[in-house]
């Protein structure tokens, strides 16, 4: 066994990377394309930063491209992706004639890997248009969506899913997502990297340290959120919630903590929102920080008391999860794939407003036991559920069954 997966051994156990080879066997120098529209920021980006290069340890020739647009692109992708989340957009024709040219570029971009990869995964509707022109295609293609579209804006759905029909298979987070296609579909939720700088163990010096230089105080109950700055993650709920929370709890800080990504033109808007409602108050910290600040928001994690994620819509949130690894209860808005993650009262507490996370802020700075109980069990309902060696188990297992048909057999020595 290599190194990289001897270390995935120690902390997920070796069964299951015996699976893995074996899964993987099958698959040895097997092209695998993935694409999706960022290298850095959001969720998407995160997991294809260790599962592509996890798949080439297994053996295959696996490659990450991303499409590139101008700005109406972006504009255009932006409007799908709130109209999925089920909130209201007209997308005008100018747009979608953005988002059609830019996907025939990109095609024409990556023509050879795309035109002879086993097997494509296109992520999200960035980049779903590209099988269209690539009517030449040799493998398989799998549409995944990462994002919540539980209750599509009809019109949008119908747009795209002329594009998603075309694919051999779709893979949503959750049940709930799942849509009508004439193809198969699959369910894979997320997962963490427990091995990467976002999620390996630190030292409490460096914990403190990185308190102290954003001005937060180590000492003192600290709450925190880490989001792209985003109406869906609701940022300005949680100050509110903060707010009803502090007026009992006097010592209680608060963190927001985001960037941007390149994919995201709101960002922008939303983070001056932010920024406007907290400015008087010295405990309330906005950070926004680079893109591969990953080790800061390690740390900011494991100095929290409790994580909040009060989204309103949510493909998984991986920010859940890695709250809960380093044991600490998540305080989440109740949708999407928190409800995944949060076992209410158990990992932490589903809430739909920010009188109810409040009352729950108040609750677990005034029960340590309890907060630390639900932190051991957050760890261990992570362990077992949402580390990347159980996602890459599960596309291995998608990719056999694709590449070998239903009707064939697979053997696995
Ligand atoms: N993240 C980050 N820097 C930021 C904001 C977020 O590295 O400023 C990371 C965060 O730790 C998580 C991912 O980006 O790994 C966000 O994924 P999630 O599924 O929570 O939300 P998405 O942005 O995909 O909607």
Redesign the pocket.
């Known amino acids: 066994m290599n190194a990289l997966l001897h270390e995935y051994a120690a902390v997920a156990g070796e069964d299951t990377i015996d699976q893995l080879l074996q899964l993987a066997e099958p698959l040895k120098g097997m092209k695998v394309a993935h694409v999706n529209s960022t290298r ?7 997991i294809l930063t260790k599962l592509v290069p996890l798949q080439r340890e297994l053996g295959m020739d696996a490659h990450w491209e991303i499409v590139l647009g101008k700005n109406e692109f972006y504009q255009c992708t932006k409007l799908f992706h709130n109209a999925l989340q089920g909130r209201t957009a007209v997308v005008p024709e100018s747009l979608l004639k953005a988002y059609e040219e830019t996907n025939a570029q990109n095609a024409e971009e990556h023509r050879a890997l795309l035109r002879d990869a086993d097997i494509v995964f296109i992520h999200d509707p960035q980049p779903a248009a590209l099988l269209r022109y690539i009517p030449e295609r040799k493998g398989k293609w799998v549409w995944r969506c ?2 919540d579209a539980s209750h599509p804006q009809r019109q949008v759905w119908k747009y795209l899913s002329g594009f998603i029909a075309g694919y051999d298979a779709s893979v949503f987070s959750l049940a709930d997502f799942a849509q009508m296609l004439p193809h198969p579909v699959y369910l894979i939720p ?1 997962s ?1 990297d427990p091995l990467s700088e ?1 999620n390996r163990e630190l030292s409490e010096k460096e914990v403190r340290e990185t308190c102290e230089r954003y001005h937060i105080d180590p000492d003192r109950p600290m709450m925190l959120q ?3 700055f ?1 109406r ?2 609701d940022p300005l709920g949680v100050i509110q919630a903060y707010r009803l929370a502090k007026a009992f709890i006097p010592p209680l800080q608060l963190v927001l ?5 390149d994919d995201d033109p709101e960002g922008d808007l939303v983070l001056a929102e932010v920024q406007a409602a907290v400015k008087d108050d010295p405990d309330a910290h906005v950070l ?7 080790r800061t ?1 390690n740390a900011l ?1 494991r100095a929290a008391y409790f994580v909040l ?1 009060k ?1 309103v819509r ?7 999860a ?1 709250a809960l690894w380093k044991g600490k209860p998540v305080i989440g808005g109740d949708t999407g ?1 928190i409800r995944l993650q949060v076992v209410n009262h158990h990992t932490g507490f589903l809430v739909d407003s920010p009188e109810g996370a409040a009352l729950r802020i108040r609750y677990l700075l005034h029960h340590h036991d309890k907060l630390v109980e639900m932190g051991r069990k957050a760890h261990e309902f992570v362990r077992e559920n949402f580390l990347i060696t159980r996602q890459l188990r599960e596309y291995l297992t998608l990719m056999v069954a694709l590449l070998h048909g239903a009707g064939d057999r697979v053997v696995l020595e």
């Not at 850095?40 to 995160?46: C, I, L, S, T």
């Not at 926004?288 to 600040?293: G, K, M, Q, T, V």
């Open positions: 850095v920021g959001g969720g998407v980006a995160e990462h994002i997320p963490i976002k880490v989001s792209r985003d869906f993650k903590a985001g960037g941007g990504a926004f920080l680079p893109s591969d600040a990953h928001i994690q994620q989204s949510e493909g998984f949130g991986l920010t859940v890695e794939g």
